[in-house]
């Protein structure tokens, strides 16, 4: 068993391009840290949809630069969701893993989809190597692996939830010079 736990909070949220986009301008624009950020920032009806994600989102932007947050300002709304994506692969080690160990081994060997086989396949080995994916409820599940590809379909990564074929973006020189050169792997790049 592998002690490093995976963190599944990512089901309550999706990638939310718009609402990071949102808290990066009011960061931005106001010239405010990250505490200073309130859920009200997102101007979501259900109190506690809007705190949960709050809390998701703010972890996600702990992990870029100020110059990350900036650019997420002016972007254009393709590059804006791959760079919503690093913060996730950033934020969540089953993401970064499933595209390590699946979508880039896929691309690699010039499989051009994603089916149910290689999630199963993945996940079932995850499941082996660490006991808090074992112990997950079939629910939590379900959720966590349409989570996963709702967030690649959403990236820009996979045409769609259904047929799933891994799509490669077109990142612009911005996008290009603030994602490492170790990290442009996971959106596809090389």
Do not use: W
């Not at 949220?13 to 990071?20: G, N, Q, Y």
């Not at 080995?125 to 006991?131: D, I, M, Q």
């Amino acid at each position: 068993m592998n002690s490093k736990k995976y963190r599944f909070s990512f089901t309550a949220a999706s990638l939310m391009t718009e609402e990071m986009i949102k808290m990066a301008e009011e960061l931005v624009d106001q010239k405010i840290g990250l505490k200073d950020l309130t859920p009200s920032v997102l101007k979501k009806q259900r109190n506690t949809t809007s705190k949960r994600e709050f809390s998701e989102l703010v972890m996600r932007f702990k992990t870029l630069s100020s110059r990350e947050i900036e650019a997420l300002t002016t972007m254009s709304i393709e590059n804006q969701r791959l760079m919503c994506f690093i913060s996730c692969v950033r934020s969540y080690n089953f993401i970064r893993d499933f595209m390590e160990e699946v979508v880039i081994e896929n691309v690699r060997l010039l499989k051009t989809t994603i089916d149910d086989l290689d999630y199963t396949v993945f996940f079932n080995r995850k499941a082996l190597e660490h006991s808090d994916v074992e112990k997950l409820a079939d629910t939590t599940k379900k959720k966590v692996k349409q989570v996963v590809f709702k967030m690649l379909e959403q990236a820009g990564l996979i045409d769609n939830i259904n047929s799933r074929v891994i799509t490669i973006p077109f990142i612009t020189p911005q996008l290009e010079n603030i994602v490492s050169p170790e990290e442009r792997k996971y959106i596809l790049q090389k």
